[in-house]
């Protein structure tokens, strides 16, 4: 069974420009979580998707900030226009059903110069 | 308020010798804990879980760690640490979401 992925793993943009990461949780998972880790600080979670619908997205930064879940599958995290700050690591994880546990995905680092 | 303490940013240790990470948290009700590790280039990985019953839980790669209730603590062991466990250890509270502390990263020594 496939584990997350996530895409790109590595991502370097101009401040100002916009970018997409992708995640693509477990197949079955109805549960999908999107958590970043600014450098030196805590990973911190961004929101959280129960099949299509965002269930709790009171981790956005701010409305620089869109995610969507297409049919409840692949999730997409856009960041327009990005900010020097917005550089980290962002980590998707999925889960089943009501189940506490985590799978997390490799991670994109997003760096902004 | 909820929160994850890991106090100890940099921990270093021999290859042989034992591991304590520490974990404190703060949560009103029934803690559902975790502590994941990640590995250079790596996603974050499950290393164990507690959610209720025995105290002492096990782990993968020969970790365990001891949920006290009354020190609100979850320290994270392993009796003698190999080469390989050089990563960084994330100790975590499950509320509706993960909350993490701000890690600890392991150095081993040969």
């Known amino acids: 069974e496939a584990g997350v992925t996530q895409f790109p793993s590595h991502s370097v943009i101009e401040k100002g420009q916009t970018v997409t990461l992708r995640c693509d949780p477990i197949s079955g998972h109805d549960n999908l979580y999107w958590y970043r880790r600014v450098m030196g600080k805590e990973i911190k979670f961004l929101l959280h998707?129960?099949?299509?619908?965002?269930?709790?997205e009171s981790g956005m930064p701010n409305n620089r900030f869109l995610a969507e879940r297409t049919g409840g599958t692949y999730s997409t995290l856009k960041v327009q226009p990005a900010e020097l700050e917005d550089s980290g690591v962002y980590f998707c994880a999925s889960s089943q059903g009501h189940s506490y546990e985590q799978y997390f995905g490799p991670g994109t680092r997003l760096t902004v110069t | 308020a909820q929160s994850v303490t890991q106090p100890d940013i940099h921990i270093t240790v021999s290859e042989g010798a034992s591991l304590e990470l520490r974990c404190n948290y703060s949560?009103?009700?029934?803690?559902?804990l975790f502590w994941y590790v990640q590995s250079p280039g790596q996603g974050l990985q499950l290393l164990l879980k507690y959610f209720s019953g025995d105290t002492l839980v096990q782990g993968i790669k020969g970790f365990e760690a001891e949920f006290k209730r009354s020190q609100s603590s979850f320290n994270l062991r392993k009796p003698s640490v190999h080469w390989s466990d050089a990563a960084e250890y994330f100790c975590a509270l499950f509320t509706d979401k993960l909350i993490f502390g701000t890690g600890t990263r392991l150095q081993v020594f040969p």
């Open positions: 949560y009103g009700a029934t803690p559902y």
């Open positions: 998707f129960v099949k299509e619908s965002k269930q709790d």
